[in-house]
């Protein structure tokens, strides 16, 4: 089993930056990876970011593509996603979520690849 905890959301001006977190608890092998997804009032959840927990590879949707920065700390156990250049439209809830599948390269973007999510950590900015 696998337990996700968010940290560092909140509210910013366009424009700003923040660092969210993701503590991962249990047991967490070097065959797993990371993705942060987000989910706006009234609009599905959506894949934002993955990260292989010890492989060099790091996927990345589109809208946030050199403005979002995937890392990780092994030894820590964390997860984190910078976030820079924030839109208003990057206001939703995040959520950071861990998986063992086997298939990484091909599924990192389907949220049902992933069987362990965090609570999910508020983002908010205004414009």
């Known amino acids: 089993q696998v337990q996700l905890v968010e940290s560092g959301g909140g509210l910013v001006q366009a424009g700003g930056s923040l660092r969210l977190s993701c503590a991962a608890s249990?047991?967490?092998?070097?065959?797993?990876?990371m993705g942060w997804f987000r989910q706006a009032p009234g609009k599905e959840r959506e894949f934002v970011a993955a990260?292989?927990?010890?492989?060099?590879?790091?996927y990345y949707a589109p809208s946030v593509k050199g403005r979002f920065t995937i890392s990780r700390d092994n030894a820590k156990k964390m997860g984190y996603l910078q976030m820079n250049s924030l839109k208003a439209e990057d206001t939703a809830v995040y959520y950071c979520?861990?998986?063992?599948?086997?298939?990484?390269?091909?599924?990192?973007?389907?949220?049902?690849?992933?069987?362990?999510w965090g609570q999910g950590t508020q983002v908010t900015v205004s414009s």
């Open positions: 979520a861990a998986s063992s599948s086997p298939n990484y390269y091909r599924d990192y973007g389907f949220q049902e690849t992933y069987p362990y």
């Open positions: 249990g047991s967490i092998r070097s065959n797993y990876f």
């Open positions: 990260i292989h927990w010890t492989g060099p590879m790091r």
